[in-house]
């Protein structure tokens, strides 16, 4: 099956730093993938889609100076959470697509951030 | 606008019996697509199935079944024989036939499944 990686699982950062995820489709091309940020208990919020060789499209509400997202590859995409403060901490999970309209997304394993 | 909505927030079932997770959906598409996800504790999310529009013929998987009726736009989910191992969160998503390829997320059923 699909399978797609996430890296880092957990992180811990203090105020005011970046992070960097990134997000590997490990044994197909995803001409897109997707940003999701989850609270606890609470359902996954579509952040961003991202197309491999172009600008992410970002959803309402969604700081696009903040959460920086570059999909340079047709298996890699990366979020950089920019100057973070602890109201960013989170589940972040990213979701990668072959392709084509109704395609199955399948998610990697998610990192949680921790802003202190 | 396209939205799903899964009225169960939590249910709580002793092991070996069967449940049923509800999902009923909206859309004015008439080709769309309908899924499935597992959440276990962990965190990640498994795929469990994707169903478009136009085939309603019910699946089973092992000891899931899956029963789509677009009579009443539902897609329910039913685990038989339930064991503690499904125990997770599962979402009902719903994506219209759109280049973008966005889905809609119900906002989960909590199953508890009791020993």
């Known amino acids: 099956g699909a399978v797609v990686s996430q890296h880092p699982s957990r992180v811990i950062c203090k105020s005011g730093t970046s992070v960097k995820i990134e997000c590997r489709s490990l044994d197909f091309q995803a001409t897109t993938m997707f940003w999701y940020r989850q609270f606890p208990k609470q359902s996954l919020m579509l952040m961003a889609t991202s197309n491999e060789g172009s600008k992410a499209t970002y959803e309402q509400g969604v700081e696009k100076d903040k959460f920086l997202i570059n999909h340079a590859s047709l298996t890699l995409s990366t979020l950089t959470v920019t100057s973070a403060h602890p109201e960013d901490s989170s589940f972040y999970i990213c979701?990668?697509?072959?392709?084509?309209?109704?395609?199955?997304?399948?998610f990697g394993p998610g990192t949680r951030l921790l802003v202190l | 606008a396209q939205k799903v909505t899964q009225a169960q927030t939590e249910i709580s079932v002793v092991e070996k019996e069967d449940v049923t997770l509800d999902c009923v959906y909206e859309?004015?598409?008439?080709?769309?697509?309908l899924f499935w996800y597992k959440q276990p504790p962990s965190g990640e999310l498994v795929f469990l199935i994707r169903?478009?529009?136009?085939?309603?013929q019910n699946e089973i998987s092992g000891r899931y079944s899956w029963n789509f009726q677009k009579s009443t736009s539902s897609f329910n989910f039913t685990i038989t024989a339930s064991q503690v191992v499904d125990s997770a969160v599962y979402f009902c998503?719903?994506?219209?036939?759109?280049?973008?390829?966005?889905?809609?997320f119900g906002k989960g059923t909590r199953l508890h499944i009791l020993p």
């Open positions: 998503a719903l994506s219209e036939d759109r280049r973008d390829d966005k889905i809609i």
């Open positions: 859309t004015r598409d008439t080709t769309y697509y």
């Open positions: 979701s990668a697509t072959p392709g084509g309209r109704g395609e199955t997304q399948y």
């Open positions: 169903r478009n529009s136009f085939d309603e």
